[in-house]
């Protein structure tokens, strides 16, 4: 779980920087658990982890630069994990969950980041 916190981080402080309602932040951590699923399903679909992720940009042109920005450590990590693992958790479900919990967290240290 911390390793997921970390990677949520990650992915959270390449995303721009803003005061976020509840439905901003339930969009923000959406697109992040989307990104962990799709980086999961291309390990599942063993997909090369030196192809992962000209695969997964070319495939999702409407992520937002950040998240593209983001996508090589999110690869990194999902690509550590033994496929065992990978095929008994839902990343996607617990990205989201996590960036949910930490929300408030990630965006403090998004703003002293940007400072």
């Known amino acids: 779980m911390t390793r997921i916190l970390a990677t949520v981080l990650s992915v959270g402080l390449a995303a721009p920087v803003w005061a976020a309602s509840d439905a901003e ?3 923000q ?3 992040q658990a989307q ?7 291309a390990r599942l679909d063993r997909v090369r982890k030196n192809k992962a992720v000209e695969t997964l940009v070319s495939e999702n042109p ?3 630069e950040g998240i593209s920005s983001a996508l090589p450590a999110v690869v990194e990590y999902v690509y550590s994990l033994k496929m065992r693992d990978l095929r008994n958790t839902d ?3 617990d990205t989201k969950i996590t960036c949910i919990e930490n929300f408030e ?3 403090a240290l998004r703003n002293n980041v940007s400072n």
């Open 62 to 64: 409407q992520w937002p």
């Open 35 to 41: 990104l962990m699923g799709k980086v999961q399903q």
């Open 25 to 27: 932040k339930e969009a």
């Open 91 to 93: 990343l996607e479900a």
């Open 105 to 107: 967290q990630i965006q």
């Open 29 to 31: 951590c959406a697109l």
